[in-house]
T-cell receptor, first 116, second 114 residues
Framework: IAGITQAPTSQILAAGRRMTLRCTQDMRHNAMYWYRQDLGLGLRLIHYSNTAGTTGKGEVPDGYSVSRANTDDFPLTLASAVPSQTSVYFC???????????????FGPGTRLTVL | KNQVEQSPQSLIILEGKNCTLQCNYTVSPFSNLRWYKQDTGRGPVSLTIMTFSENTKSNGRYTATLDADTKQSSLHITASQLSDSASYICVVPKSGAGSYQLTFGKGTKLSVIP
């Protein structure tokens, strides 16, 4: 079934530990995104990639890094987790990077991360 | 500053009733507006995308309206069902150099009760 998968579904992590959230899409979309969703706030963009081999910073990039070695995968790494990174993380993809078109973003199921 | 404001914050309605959710945005220039539905514990799913030239767009029992002059949009749900219980999120692309990014509203949490 075509779509976006994320792993793990949920994770409890000790502060200071390194963690990588995985995201894979099989729709051959060029653009991929990482968002975080916190209670009372709208989704906020962490990092994005408009095409394989390129990445960019979003609204809240500090403490996170990404890579885009190929079209399908877009992992998000927390080098040294802190409690403020407790959140639900969503990966998304789209045919192209520009959002000023009929270019729809498709979201994964999310990863619930708790940093203690 | 690009902003998207939604109201009400939450809403409870009886099954079978209609409801309307509101979205005001300040993005300029405007290109398109999106409504997403997010079930609890799931990722957002697109309901509709409207361009500045569209006033009304329907997707089943969901009808979105757009007034680009007043920068307002609404999502009307007809004959609500229990499965409509979800958060509904209004989304607008950021303007200018940020046109690769979206601005998300905080959402309206709708509860449909029997």
């Amino acid at each position: 079934i075509a779509g976006i998968t994320q792993a793990p579904t949920s994770q409890i992590l000790a502060a200071g530990r390194r963690m990588t959230l995985r995201c894979t899409q099989d729709m051959r979309h060029n653009a991929m995104y990482w968002y975080r969703q916190d209670l009372g706030l709208g989704l906020r963009l962490i990092h994005y990639s408009n095409t394989a081999g390129t990445t960019g910073k979003g609204e809240v990039p500090d403490g996170y890094s990404v890579s885009r070695a190929n079209t399908d995968d877009f992992p998000l790494t927390l080098a040294s987790a802190v409690p403020s990174q407790t959140s639900v993380y969503f990966c998304a993809s789209a045919k192209e990077g520009r959002v000023t078109s009929y270019n729809e973003q498709f979201f994964g199921p999310g990863t619930r991360l708790t940093v203690l | 500053k690009n902003q998207v404001e939604q109201s009400p914050q939450s809403l409870i309605i009886l099954e079978g009733k209609n409801c309307t959710l509101q979205c005001n945005y300040t993005v300029s220039p405007f290109s398109n507006l999106r409504w997403y539905k997010q079930d609890t514990g799931r990722g957002p799913v697109s309901l509709t995308i409207m361009t500045f030239s569209e006033n009304t767009k329907s997707n089943g029992r969901y009808t979105a309206t757009l007034d680009a002059d007043t920068k307002q949009s609404s999502l009307h749900i007809t004959a609500s069902q229990l499965s409509d219980s979800a958060s509904y999120i209004c989304v607008v692309p950021k303007s200018g150099a940020g046109s690769y990014q979206l601005t998300f509203g905080k959402g309206t949490k709708l509860s449909v009760i029997p």
